[in-house]
Structure formats: C-alpha cells, structure tokens
C-alpha cells in the first residue's frame, strides 16, 4: 500500500482496536534489549499452539521471556469466565506445555504470561487456525470437518511459467455486493458457489464473469482474520480492505455467513478456492505479515514481548509500515512464522499464490524461503510483492525484499513501478498525465516495462524515470500493471488527468494503457472491475469506504459492452501467444527489436523470429499515446492485422500491406505474420 494509505489505515486500526471490552485498555510491555530477544532460543516443531490427536489435546507455548504461563479454557468464543484455568510447564526451546487426554473439540482458549511482575491480557497465540467471534479466543475443531466435498481430490492452478498467469484484483465485497450483481451471499466467500447470476441487462456477473473474461487467477485482498471489521455487527455493512491484522491463519468472519461458529469461515473459504478452482481459476491470497494491527496488544507481543517487531535505539517501535510497528522477518522464529504460515495456507487451503504487501520490509533470505517453500507443494505457485516500504527500516537496505533486489530472491516478483507511472501518470498526483494519456517523454520508462526491467540493449535506463538499472535478471521476476486498489483506480486517474475529454475517450485510454500492460513481457495484473471501466467516485483511498463507493456496478457491463470485449480479447491474444510471455532474458534481448522513432508518445517495436515458440513469426507493435494519428514504417509484406483504432482480436481484422501505415490516436496498432 501507499505511505498515505497505510498512515490513515493506522488511525483507523487505533480507532477500531475497542471493539469489545477484550481489547480495552493498551497495557505497557516490559522493554527487553534487542541483544536478549536475540539471544532466545528457536523452536521447529510443528505442534504450536494446538495439536489433537488420539492421545489427545496438546498445548505448546512459544514464550521464551516468560516467567509463568497460563491456560484459559472456555465452552464459549467470546463471553463468559474460563471453565478451567491451569498453569503451563516450562519446555524446550522456550516453549510452555499442557496436555489433556481427551479431544477437546467444542471449547476455546487463550494464553497468558507472566512477564514483569504481572499477568499480561489474554490471547489465543499467534498459531490460532480456528477463533472465535472478532478473534479473541482460539477455538479446537477437528479441521478435516470442514473440507467441502471433493477436497481430497482438489488441484492447484497450472500455469508453467508465473508470466503465464494473468491476475485479477479484487475484494470480496467490492465483486458481490452491488444491487445489482445478482448474488445471493453479497460480501461473502460463497458469493464464488452461485453460478448463473446476471445483471439486470442480463449480462454475467459473479465467477461466470471470471470465466467469460478468462483470467487464470484472482488475488483476493486480505482475507485472514482483521481488526477493523466488528463481526458482531455485520448487519451495519461495514467495509475494510483487511490491512490490519489480528490472526494471520484463520480466515475473516466477515466473509462468513457465520461468524460465531469457527467452523464455518474456514468450510467456506475453501468452498471458495475449490469453486474457483473448478472453473480453471486460481487463489492468490494478499498477505500482511509487514506488521500488525496494533503494538503492544497484539498476539505477537502478547506471546513474547517485543521479539516480533523491530525497534528503535530508544525502545519505541520501528515503523516502516506506515502503521505504527514493523516486523522482524530477520529473527529467526518470525521468519519461519512467515515461512510456515504460508506453508499451511498452501496446504490446508490450496491457494495457489501470494502477494505481500510491503514485501520490502522483509529479508531477501525469509522472502526466497518463502518460494522455495511453497513450490515444494505446489510448483506452480505465484507468488509477488510490493518492493518497497512505506517508510525508513531497521533493517540495512541491502537485505531488504526491494524491487531493487529482486535478482537475490528466487522465485519472488515485484511490482513495476516503471510501468505504472509511465502509462497512466504519476500515482500520486491525480492531474499527471502518462504515456497513454498524451503527456511526452515517457518512451524510454515504458520500453522498460515492455522489457520488464531486464537489460536490453536498445532500452537506455538513464532516461528511466524510477529506475536507472536493470533491476530484474528474468521477466519472470516482474509484474506490470497499471491500477490496483491503492490510489486512483484506472477510470478515476482519467477522468481526474483529462477533465476535458469524454468517457468515450477516456475509454480508448484505458484500452491502450493495459495493451501495453498484458503485451508487454513479465506478469500482467489489474484491478477488478477495470474492464467494465468501474470506477470509486473519484476518491484515492477506499480502504474503508462504504459499498455505495466499492462495490462493482454490474449494469456497466451492458453499458461499457465494447470495453469488457475488448479487455477479453486482450487476454485471449496473450494468453494464446507465448512470444508475450518469455521466460528469460536472454530471449527477450534476442527477439525484441525496437524500432527507431522520433516522435513523442510513440513506440514501435518487432518481436522476431517465432519467440518462445509462438505460431507467429513476426508480430509489429506500435503504441500511438498522442490525441493524432501517426505514420510508422512497417516491412513490405502481407500482415494481417490484430488490433487497430481501438478494437483488437487475435484473429484478426483485416489484411494490409507494409510500408508507411497509420496507427490511430490512443490506442495500439497490432500486426503479425
């Protein structure tokens, strides 16, 4: 997220943090110097906090500075005294213990330490996989309970190469809860379980919608267990993005159509992924390990005071996030935290992929852990984050996760920022117009992004206006895009950059910003709701913005027909020509030719010679961002043409010769033989 979305993300986690009496008052944690938190001692096994088994239920505390711990059992998951309170034993590797010889299934629990003189607040642990209502109270179920049918048998996505996959932006309630979307369950995970649900004009809605675009996965904005939505008053409708977290490894009640029972979050959240799944579409899950919703108060702090976070000479919390705290991957328990936590998503839910926000908050070497992790499940995973911070680290520049690091960490993407903003305009101000939008002197930004950031060598990375090297060693290292849900999305950039064309124009804008996005080389991404031309009335940051301003209007559909095809068509062409999606840079040095233009806010290139064994021998390319149409120079000889003038299929429009050719005002000119 943006610096200035996550600083007003922080006042609203500190606002929401009351939401029952359990979250009352912030105690203050005892101050351990980094040298003792350093010091304690790593445990690997694979039975915290809960195991059941036949011998019945266990109990392991990671809480190396305790002094005495205690465990909190409860038949209800919010109210009400403990049944049973006992006193932990002091374990290996700083962990406390208890065992029960019967399966506990049916009750909650919490933690407490004893640290400094005093008893610290409860918490259900940082390994809770089931809670209760809003989080507060770890609860026992017997996980295999909640596998929807046929999960045995459930498979990843495969896409070969991650620049294979094409990625689909979108929050749960922004895709469902519209009026007029047709579903049933709005704002819920079962809102992907209802097939057949249309607009009012008739047109698809819901996973159908999905299907008919062709994306091969969505990235669905947080969707573990967050602050800032109170699941006791779900009928208020209330909306979060979900940056705030509480339990990293259970799902959000919120997205549940029950709440109150532990249960039921976790059957439908994989009835989503396997819904999905069944019509050819994988799960990518946004992650937020970065840091947490509140400091002193959260389960990491409340299980062992201040080992989780990094801190400032002067005790108080390092803050690269934005939000008040930063974590730190680079001590060994919160990297295999990081590492295990994603191993179990992979695992017990089959996502197929992850993206981490803030990604270079952490270590290069948790963040390669990470890949090679979860490729040994599932080898197609995809898996990306945002590389930068949203504010100075502790941690030495050169070790963090940044886009400017990504050759260090296998298997990792990042975010083009080079793309972005030289397409559209600069993200943070609204009035900036990009390459596509007519604004001059952009070229050599946007060939960065074609190329995806590998060295080529007619792409002069000292006119780069976010990059001045070759920062990615393979396009399999980069994602481009355009918009996603962070600042203006895609309409609401034009309309703010260009007051004074019509949407109709706006529209052309939009179409040629992601033809340059899903033609150029690395892995395409976009915002939900883009291709129907959405938009959120104009505001930069919706993080908690009501449905009335989030939620996809379905009746744009009908109206914005022509945008949706050709947004399909785009997908279609990429996904049916591998010459777009190179795996490595050698191939795209060796089959990219640009061509020699010296005109502004134009682009002409050649992908030669059948690449990554495309059908298509030759395919011409030309960007045309000026409000005029301009000449280019194509090769003598029969092209057949697959986009021109705003309209694009990969079977083509029409026949035309080479020699000098027109390509229309905004838009892309597409010819191949």
Not at 170 to 175: A, G, K, L, Q, V
Request: aromatic share 10%.
């Amino acid at each position: 997220m943006s610096n200035f979305v996550m600083k007003l993300l922080a006042a609203s986690t500190v606002a929401s943090a009351a939401l029952t009496a359990v979250a009352a008052d912030t105690q203050t944690l005892p101050k351990i110097p980094d040298s003792v938190l350093d010091a304690y001692p790593v445990y690997s096994g694979d039975d915290l906090e809960l195991k059941v088994d036949n011998a019945g239920t266990h109990f392991r505390l990671w809480s190396p500075g305790a002094e005495a711990v205690r465990l909190n059992l409860y038949t209800d998951g919010l109210t009400g005294e403990p049944y049973d309170v006992v006193e932990m034993n002091k374990e290996v590797s700083g962990t406390w213990t208890y065992s029960f010889p019967e399966k506990m299934y049916g009750k909650f629990y919490t933690f407490q330490i004893f640290m400094g003189g005093k008893w610290l607040k409860e918490t259900p642990g940082v390994w809770a996989k089931a809670v209760g209502t809003n989080g507060y109270r770890a609860a026992i179920i017997d996980m295999r309970s909640t596998d929807p049918e046929g999960w045995a048998d459930d498979k990843y996505v495969v896409t070969p190469n991650q620049t294979d996959a094409v990625v689909y932006e979108m929050h749960h309630r922004d895709f469902s809860a519209h009026r007029n979307s047709g579903i049933v369950n709005k704002g819920k995970f079962i809102a992907m379980l209802e097939p057949g649900t249309t607009s009012p004009d008739g047109e698809k809605t819901g996973i159908d919608h999905l299907k008919e675009l062709g994306v091969t996965h969505v990235h669905i904005l947080p969707s573990y267990d967050f602050n800032s939505v109170d699941e006791t008053q779900l009928i208020d409708r209330q909306y979060n993005w979900g940056y705030d977290p509480i339990n990293y490894n259970v799902p959000d009640g919120s997205y549940s159509t029950n709440p109150a029972d532990p249960a039921t979050r976790i059957r439908e959240m994989k009835e989503m992924v396997k819904a999905l799944h069944d019509a050819g579409i994988g799960v990518i899950m946004d992650v937020v390990y970065n840091h947490t919703a509140v400091n002193d108060d959260s389960n990491f702090s409340l299980t062992a005071p201040g080992y989780y976070y990094r801190h400032n000479p002067d005790g108080s919390y390092s803050d690269a996030s934005g939000c008040g705290n930063e974590t730190a991957s680079d001590r060994r328990q919160m990297g295999d935290f990081i590492v295990n936590s994603v191993r179990y998503w992979t695992e017990e839910y089959h996502i197929d992929g992850f993206r981490f926000d803030l990604m270079a908050i952490h270590d290069t070497e948790t963040m390669t852990r990470v890949a090679e992790t979860v490729r040994s499940i599932n080898p197609y995973a995809v898996i990306y984050g945002e590389g930068w911070t949203a504010g100075d680290s502790r941690l030495p520049a050169e070790r963090r996760a940044l886009k400017e690091n990504v050759a260090k960490m296998k298997g990792i993407a990042v975010f083009s920022d080079d793309i972005r903003d030289a397409v559209k305009g600069h993200y943070s101000r609204e009035d900036d117009r990009g390459f596509a939008s007519g604004k001059p002197g952009l070229e050599e930004t946007v060939k960065i992004g074609i190329v995806a950031s590998t060295a080529h060598p007619q792409v002069d990375y000292s006119k780069g206006n976010n990059s001045k090297f070759a920062y990615a060693t393979s396009p399999e290292q980069i994602m481009n895009y355009v918009s996603c849900h962070d600042d203006l999305c895609l309409t609401d950039k034009m309309r703010k950059s260009m007051p004074d064309a019509t949407d109709s124009v706006r529209m052309r804008v939009a179409r040629l910003a992601q033809t340059i996005v899903f033609t150029s080389q690395g892995t395409p991404f976009m915002f939900a709701g883009e291709e129907i031309f959405r938009d959120k009335k104009g505001i930069h940051n919706t993080f908690k913005s009501p449905d009335e301003v989030n939620a996809i209007d379905w009746s744009l559909k009908h109206k914005n027909r022509e945008q949706f095809d050709y947004y399909r068509n785009l997908i279609d062409l990429r996904r049916s020509h591998p010459a777009f999606r190179m795996t490595n840079a050698e191939d795209i040095a060796k089959h990219i030719v640009f061509d020699d233009v010296e005109t502004t806010n134009l682009i002409s290139y050649a992908i030669k010679g059948n690449a990554n064994g495309d059908e298509w021998n030759e395919i011409r390319v030309v960007f045309n961002g000026s409000e005029k149409s301009r000449t280019v120079k194509v090769p003598k000889g029969e092209w057949t043409v697959v986009a021109a003038d705003g309209k694009l299929d990969k079977n083509g429009l029409g026949k035309m010769s080479g020699g000098d050719v027109e390509a229309a005002p905004q838009s892309a000119l597409i010819l191949v033989r």
